[in-house]
């Protein structure tokens, strides 16, 4: 069965500090790896968790990764058809860095965690 057909709402993490790592990851690329991260983030958008291979992977424990070229983005979903960007890095080896990776889950874990009393309250 496929995922029923929606609007997603594409959302950008914010830190306490009021950043957004995502944001800055976005706003510094240039070229061809900011047209391919808009039109990544167009296509996620639209399809959602239908979005498969070579242009979304599951990386584990909810976390997801898209796609481009060289361009990595790391999100999550959420209930209500919500797409949370977390961070983002240009591709220059085979594999993810262990740094980053661990940068990731610890957004990801900060931003439940912070959902969560939110939710209790």
């Known amino acids: 069965m496929s995922a029923p057909a929606g609007p997603w709402k594409v959302e950008r993490l914010v830190l306490d500090t009021g950043e957004s790592p995502v944001q800055a990851f976005l706003e510094g690329l240039t070229g061809e790896d900011r047209i391919d991260a808009l039109a990544l983030l167009k296509l996620l958008a639209q399809s959602g968790n239908a979005l498969r291979m070579p242009h ?6 909810g976390l997801f990764e898209l796609r481009g070229r060289q361009v990595r983005i790391f ?3 959420r209930p209500g058809h919500r797409i949370i ?7 220059k080896r085979g594999d993810i860095p262990p740094a980053v990776i661990k940068r990731v889950r610890r957004y990801q874990r900060d ?3 912070a959902e969560a009393r ?4």
């Open 56 to 61: 979304s992977k599951a990386l584990s424990e």
């Open 75 to 77: 999100y999550v979903f």
């Open 118 to 121: 939110a939710a209790e309250e």
């Open 85 to 91: 960007l977390l961070d983002g890095m240009v591709k």
């Open 111 to 113: 931003f439940e965690e």
